[in-house]
């Protein structure tokens, strides 16, 4: 019963996304050469200014004044090249929020068969939670998938093979704290995770585990016996941008 969608529209999340990273490159390279025009323009300005400043000065003055202007344009760059590193990095997380709400929709729309206590998706802002009940997913020993928890991972499937770039992990949440109880929603979650490693949907998975429900991302202290899946910003993306920018700009100032 999955909800297979035309071949087209697999791709569009990726390729929006590789956009998104493109023009933020081209961005970057477009500010480094703002920043060299800049520079260069300050520099022939200070030359301009220092002719008629250092005209009366001693060699111990003018030695003095040279050391001075020297480190007020070091300053001024590296200002510049930290506003341009902050820039890019508030760019990064904006595409990154933008992407988790195209992921929200897709989730929505993909599981729209199923409403509350059953499932329940979760906007935390830079986290993207889906709360899945035990009884909807697992047979009633809790050890393997029932034919209407495979019929809900079909339809998962179908909204993560779009987006499979987003880093998420597998929690199973339990009300109990006791280690039997962690272990068996530890279980829960590795037939979830395998069910999708089946399917090919593993790319960005961070973890599987356990967890007890008051300690749980959602904050939900009631229907404890469940499965969350959390979304996240990718972060590993966003610094990667970030500590490019800084390292063009080491690179220009060197």
């Known amino acids: 019963e999955a909800l297979w969608k ?36 300050m ?5 301009q200014q220092a002719v008629g400043q250092f005209a009366d000065m001693n060699p111990e003055q003018l030695a003095m004044a040279e050391r001075k202007m020297m480190e007020d ?6 200002q510049m090249h930290e506003n341009m590193a902050n ?12 992407q988790l709400q195209s ?7 993909a599981l729209s068969y199923y409403s509350e206590p059953e499932v329940s998706i979760l906007d935390k802002g830079s986290k993207l939670l889906v709360l899945v009940s035990d009884k909807l997913l ?27 770039d987003r880093p998420y992990k597998i929690l199973g949440i339990t009300g109990a704290t006791l280690d039997d109880n962690l272990e068996t929603a530890s279980n829960k ?50 610094l990667q941008q970030t500590q490019l920018v800084e390292m063009l700009a080491e690179v220009q100032y060197d």
Do not use: W
């Open 138 to 164: 697992f047979d009633e020993n809790k050890t393997r998938l029932s034919a209407q928890g495979e019929t809900f991972m079909n339809r998962m499937y179908t909204a993560l093979k779009e987006q499979d």
């Open 87 to 98: 820039q890019e990095f508030d760019q990064m997380v904006s595409i990154n929020a933008r």
């Open 189 to 238: 979650a590795m037939l979830v995770a395998k069910n999708l490693n089946s399917k090919g949907v593993l790319k960005q998975m961070q973890a599987v585990g356990a967890q007890a429900c008051n300690m749980s991302a959602s904050g939900r202290n009631s229907a404890c016996d469940r499965i969350e899946i959390e979304f996240t910003y990718d972060y590993d993306q966003i």
């Open 43 to 47: 520099a022939e300005i200070e030359s």
């Open 73 to 78: 344009r070091h300053n001024r760059e590296m």
């Open 103 to 109: 992921l929200k929709t897709t989730l929505t729309g």
């Open 6 to 41: 035309p071949k087209c529209s697999k791709i569009e999340p990726k390729r929006d996304q590789k956009m998104q990273i493109d023009a933020s490159n081209a961005q970057i390279e477009e500010m480094e050469t703002e920043i060299r025009s800049l520079i260069e323009k």
